[in-house]
């Protein structure tokens, strides 16, 4: 992600709500896309004041009443219900009434944006219900109905909430938002990372699938990914779950999960490339990669290698988990390559830097 910055000249980043230095209230105008300090108008709503756009804006509902968004909306343009291009797509929010959940929600709000706007910078296409889009997307944040008994693969108990995608809408359970929760899921999952952005990235993958692949491309995607009736997904679920990966997953698989069935290999390499156009976004606008990157897939990889490298020694420096994997299998790349195609050509432009 880029930084922004106040009109007082002091940096702002993607989740400020406001200035430190000025104290002014601060938020993401959809017209210029920046990050911008918000001047109050008599009237009521705010000035852009990022000097060319100038737009009237008005803070998202769940910026102004939630304190989960740092969104706003052009007004006369705004959309009914006054929420921003990306709190629109939510079906169902968490209970509020349950302390911490705002808390949660706030998280999970954050890592959306960033979700959106990798999307955006890619051009990929996305809308909700009401939109004119073949999948209408939309999100459920929720919380399992009784409390967790340390179990997190139950299939009796109805009750609970399960993290995954289905035509179009995404469910995340709210514990994910909960980092001692996630560490442990992790660690009992056996994963390299668990974040939430990481969930988000991973579910958009199944979204694109069914807009870009189904009935459009699944030849080519099967060619790639293998075929995803064969075996069925229950039946992939229940072998991945009683015996776990092959052990020679890394030679074909970008993490140990997209050995399951074809369908999660997709959505894993799919939010792996999401992961290195927002890592290699950053890099390129903080000046941290040495090659050039021309757009091709190959020169993604180099760059994404290099400042993966960098950064994995700053970690562990600092004691935390790499950030990037060691080198990519050619089978993964194969996989990659074929993300790389169905992006470019479903992209409103070209251009993904
Ligand atoms: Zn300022
Ligand atoms: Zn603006
Ligand atoms: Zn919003
Ligand atoms: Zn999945």
Same mark, same amino acid.
């Given at each position: 992600?880029?930084?922004?910055?106040c009109?007082?000249?002091?940096?702002?980043?993607?989740?400020?709500?406001?200035?430190?230095?000025?104290q002014?209230d601060?938020?993401?105008?959809?017209a210029c896309?920046?990050?911008?300090?918000?001047?109050?108008?008599?009237?009521?709503?705010?000035?852009?004041?990022q000097?060319?756009?100038?737009?009237?804006?008005?803070?998202?509902h769940?910026?102004?009443?939630?304190?989960?968004?740092?969104?706003?909306?052009?007004?006369?343009?705004g959309?009914?219900?006054?929420?921003?291009?990306?709190?629109?797509y939510n079906?169902?929010?968490?209970?509020?009434?349950?302390?911490?959940?705002?808390?949660?929600?706030?998280?999970?709000?954050?890592?959306?944006?960033?979700?959106?706007?990798?999307?955006?910078?890619?051009?990929?296409?996305?809308?909700?219900?009401g939109?004119?889009?073949?999948?209408?997307?939309?999100?459920?944040?929720?919380?399992?109905?009784?409390?967790?008994?340390?179990?997190?693969?139950?299939?009796?108990?109805?009750?609970?909430v399960?993290t995954?995608?289905?035509?179009?809408?995404?469910?995340?359970?709210?514990?994910?938002?909960?980092?001692?929760?996630?560490?442990?899921?992790r660690?009992?999952?056996?994963?390299?990372?668990?974040?939430?952005?990481?969930?988000?990235?991973?579910?958009?993958?199944?979204y694109?699938?069914?807009?870009?692949?189904?009935?459009?491309?699944?030849?080519?995607c099967?060619?790639?990914?293998?075929?995803?009736?064969?075996?069925?997904?229950?039946?992939?679920?229940?072998?991945?779950?009683?015996?776990?990966?092959?052990?020679?997953?890394?030679?074909?698989?970008?993490?140990?999960?997209a050995?399951?069935?074809?369908?999660?290999?997709?959505?894993?390499?799919?939010?792996?490339?999401l992961?290195m156009?927002?890592?290699?976004?950053?890099?390129?606008h903080?000046?941290?990669?040495?090659? +050039?990157?021309?757009?091709?897939?190959?020169s993604?990889? !180099? &760059?994404?290698?290099? /400042?993966?490298? %960098? @950064?994995? +020694?700053?970690?562990?420096d600092?004691g935390?988990?790499? !950030? &990037?994997?060691?080198? /990519?299998a050619? %089978? @993964?790349?194969?996989?990659?390559a074929?993300?790389?195609?169905?992006?470019?050509?479903?992209?409103?432009?070209?251009?993904t830097?």
């Amino acid at each position: 992600m880029r930084t922004f910055s106040c009109r007082c000249g002091n940096p702002l980043f993607f989740e400020n709500t406001h200035c430190l230095a000025c104290q002014a209230d601060v938020g993401w105008c959809p017209a210029c896309r920046h990050i911008v300090a918000l001047e109050p108008l008599p009237g009521g709503g705010y000035r852009c004041t990022q000097p060319g756009c100038q737009t009237a804006l008005m803070k998202c509902h769940n910026y102004a009443l939630e304190n989960v968004c740092n969104r706003t909306v052009v007004i006369n343009q705004g959309y009914a219900d006054t929420l921003c291009d990306c709190c629109r797509y939510n079906a169902v929010i968490p209970d509020l009434s349950i302390e911490g959940n705002r808390e949660r929600w706030a998280a999970l709000e954050a890592a959306k944006r960033r979700l959106f706007h990798t999307l955006d910078l890619l051009a990929l296409p996305h809308g909700t219900v009401g939109d004119a889009i073949d999948v209408p997307l939309s999100f459920s944040f929720m919380a399992d109905a009784l409390p967790d008994q340390g179990l997190w693969r139950s299939t009796a108990n109805q009750e609970k909430v399960y993290t995954g995608h289905a035509s179009g809408h995404i469910t995340i359970n709210v514990k994910e938002a909960d980092a001692v929760e996630r560490e442990r899921l992790r660690v009992d999952m056996n994963e390299s990372h668990r974040t939430l952005i990481g969930h988000f990235r991973h579910e958009i993958g199944h979204y694109y699938w069914d807009l870009l692949v189904k009935q459009r491309d699944e030849d080519a995607c099967r060619q790639v990914f293998g075929h995803h009736d064969q075996p069925t997904y229950a039946d992939a679920l229940e072998q991945y779950y009683q015996q776990g990966a092959p052990g020679d997953w890394p030679t074909r698989f970008i993490s140990a999960y997209a050995a399951m069935h074809p369908w999660e290999d997709f959505a894993e390499s799919f939010a792996f490339y999401l992961d290195m156009v927002a890592v290699l976004d950053t890099a390129m606008h903080m000046g941290l990669y040495r090659t +050039e990157y021309d757009g091709t897939l190959d020169s993604m990889l !180099l &760059a994404f290698h290099q /400042v993966g490298m %960098a @950064v994995n +020694e700053l970690n562990r420096d600092m004691g935390l988990l790499d !950030l &990037a994997p060691g080198a /990519v299998a050619p %089978a @993964v790349r194969d996989k990659l390559a074929y993300v790389h195609r169905l992006v470019r050509h479903a992209g409103t432009h070209q251009e993904t830097r």
